[in-house]
């Protein structure tokens, strides 16, 4: 199940015919990136990276892209490097922390490919995607007048990791916890 569809945008936006789907299709995927900046990946996909393990070994290599779902390959990015076959080692999702199964060390530096994301969407991510998507769309009809208080549905009170304004409040708290205010 993706993240969020173009059906599913068009949907939230009470839109049903075809004439902007080219455009709003850019919408989504904006809006998903925007989500898996602050979440991680959701849509499983393969990822590689170079993973600089010492020369002389490590107990465990951390992978960037979590929650990881497999690993593909261990390979050595020098010439006469070790590889790894993966049955031997032993990773965990949540943290995609990578660690030898006999307990000996990672040599490197390695090539890690391996699959990222979550094998279900959690309903509030998709919730949050087809708001932010509606937020972001909601340029295309201009400048408004401003609701009641002085705020519109969509309110962003400050920058939150590095996110700027554009991503909701709604939006960041059904994404998680916010990070603690300062002062």
């Known amino acids: 199940m993706a993240l969020l569809t173009l059906a599913d945008a068009k949907d939230q936006l009470n839109i049903t015919t075809t004439a902007h789907d080219t455009e709003m299709q850019k919408y989504v995927d904006a809006a998903i990136a925007k989500v898996e900046e602050y979440v991680g990946p959701v849509d ?13 070994g490590a107990p465990v290599i951390a992978l960037q892209q979590t929650p990881a779902v497999a690993l593909t390959s261990v390979v050595p990015v020098l010439t006469g490097g070790h590889s790894y076959a993966v049955a031997s080692l032993d990773l965990d999702g949540d943290t995609g922390l990578v660690q030898r199964l006999d307990g ?11 699959t990222a994301g979550r094998t ?4 509030h991510y998709h919730l949050a995607a087809r708001i932010l998507v509606q937020h972001l769309w909601s340029t295309q009809r201009g400048p408004g007048r401003p609701a009641l208080g002085g705020q519109d549905d969509y309110s962003v009170t400050e920058p939150v990791r590095g996110f700027g304004y554009a991503v909701p409040n709604r939006v960041l708290e059904l994404l998680g916890p916010l990070p603690p205010r300062a002062g």
Do not use: D, K, N, W
Request: glycine fraction near 8%.
């Open 44 to 56: 499983i996909r393969s990822f590689t990276e170079r993973v600089p393990a010492p020369p002389y």
């Open 104 to 114: 000996g060390r990672l040599r490197g530096p390695l090539r890690v490919t391996y």
């Open 120 to 123: 279900a969407v959690p309903p």
